[in-house]
């Protein structure tokens, strides 16, 4: 079964700077890589966002509200995928959420201090 797990969501003040990782497990490299994998977010009382995206070749996309700040990545040796966030604002504060398919990590926690 596969499973997605999130980490590295915290309390930073704003301008500050975090990176979240996804782990993918339960399936084989060959999968992962082959994949487009995001990162979404959904910020309380409003619907839930993608962020960023990245393809199985490497390419990649961004909210316009994240361009310049925020870089996707992917390990495909270690069936993980990553996001530098960079000069947080108070209104990046949400849940982050990794997607592959159809299957959904459980989200972490991000919030940003003014």
């Known amino acids: 079964q596969v499973h997605l797990v999130e980490s590295g969501g915290g309390l930073v003040q704003a301008g500050g700077s975090l990176r979240l990782s996804c782990l993918v497990s339960?399936?084989?490299?060959?999968?992962?890589?082959?994949?487009?994998m995001n990162w979404y977010r959904q910020a309380p009382g409003k619907q839930r966002e993608l962020v960023a995206t990245i393809t199985g070749y490497g390419s990649t996309d961004y909210a316009d509200s994240v361009k310049g700040r925020f870089t996707i990545s992917r390990d495909n040796a270690k069936n993980t995928m990553n996001l530098q966030m960079n000069s947080l604002r108070p209104e990046d504060t949400a849940v982050y959420y990794c997607?592959?398919?159809?299957?959904w990590g459980q989200g972490t926690q991000v919030t940003v201090s003014s």
């Open positions: 339960g399936t084989s490299g060959t999968i992962f890589r082959i994949n487009t």
């Open positions: 997607r592959l398919g159809h299957l």
